[in-house]
């Protein structure tokens, strides 16, 4: 599951309300972080956060495709705009930066590519600004994470493998500060490990990341996706049920969680050669689509996983 500029960077209003947001997002409790930025801040500090929140709640539902996608284009480029009467120039990079970044994504996984390549590019220039100022080691990782996709997304040529070590390099590099911005790059870069099959790596950054947030399920769902390429049975179920209790529970409900971990689980169920509990869950599922809203079953992984699972289940009508 490629993750395309998903980056979580998170600027300085004040120690303690920066600390207070961070925890927010990373808990998945966006309404109580839109709360407290109503209450406690003031534009542009304020409609820099509420962008990073509504983003940051985009990219935990992946849904990109939604009308909720659109909303939050308008939100990152009001942000821009009322960002730009900041006078202090290092802190104006920063947040220029970041949210064109965010816009970068969001254009790109709602397919119009152009957009999004030339945020890219924005956001790229003014990380290059920020290479010695305080924000260096979160402006590293932003140009070393583009650099290590531009390698494996568009050219996997042998001859890149030292590129791809050197890239993988500065990446670890901007993470060893050990603080709490690491923890937000945590969550972009576990998908760097997981496409490289860094499994040792990434069950450190796993039980660092999970010692504070065990329930994140952004991060549990990635945990699934390793245990998937391990063909770990033990690890894919129990990750699979914590990711399925936790996304059922969430409201509104996380489907592209829900599907996840169906998904994972008839994999593994199959693994096991238990094929009438696999078979179980996949006809389960096909009982459950009238529920899952219309717009997010456009979504690009919700339907990549519905349709996944209604191949096993068609192949369980043959047996």
């Avoid at 534009?43 to 935990?60: G, H, I, M, Q, R």
């Avoid at 960002?83 to 970044?101: C, P």
């Avoid at 869950?281 to 456009?298: F, G, H, L, N």
Wanted: aromatic share 12%; hydrophobic share 35%; charged share 30%.
């Amino acid at each position: 599951m490629t993750r395309f500029f998903i980056l979580f960077f998170i600027c300085f209003v004040s120690a303690k309300n920066n600390e207070i947001i961070n925890d927010f997002i990373l808990m998945q409790e966006y309404e109580s972080a839109q709360k407290y930025i109503y209450r406690n801040l003031k534009n542009p500090d304020s409609s820099f956060f509420t962008a990073l929140v509504e983003y940051s709640k985009l990219v935990d539902y992946e849904a990109y495709e939604t009308e909720n996608g659109g909303k939050t284009l308008n939100i990152c480029e009001k942000a821009i705009v009322e960002n730009s009467v900041i006078k202090d120039t290092t802190l104006l990079f920063y947040r220029t930066a970041v949210l064109n970044g965010m816009l970068s994504t969001i254009h790109i996984k709602r397919g119009a590519y152009l957009q999004g390549l030339s945020k890219a590019n924005d956001s790229q220039k003014n990380w290059k600004k920020l290479l010695n100022t305080k924000y260096s080691n979160e402006a590293n990782f932003a140009l070393a994470l583009t650099e290590y996709y531009k390698i494996t997304l568009f050219n996997k040529s042998p001859k890149n493998y030292e590129k791809l070590k050197n890239v993988l390099e500065k990446l670890r590099k901007s993470l060893s500060a050990d603080d709490e911005m690491s923890q937000k790059m945590y969550l972009s870069y576990i998908w760097v490990l997981q496409e490289q099959k860094l499994w040792s790596e990434a069950k450190k950054i796993f039980d660092e990341f999970f010692e504070k947030y065990s329930t994140n399920t952004m991060m549990i769902r990635a945990y699934q996706a390793i245990s998937v390429d391990k063909k770990d049975i033990e690890e894919i179920v129990s990750s699979s049920q914590k990711l399925l209790n936790l996304s059922e529970k969430r409201i509104p409900k996380n489907y592209s969680d829900i599907l996840s971990a169906r998904r994972a689980m008839i994999f593994a169920a199959d693994l096991e050669n238990k094929k009438d509990y696999a078979c179980e869950i996949a006809s389960s599922v096909m009982r459950e689509i009238q529920y899952i809203p219309q717009d997010t079953k456009k979504t690009y992984w919700v339907k990549k996983h519905l349709e996944t699972i209604k191949k096993y289940a068609d192949k369980c009508k043959k047996l």
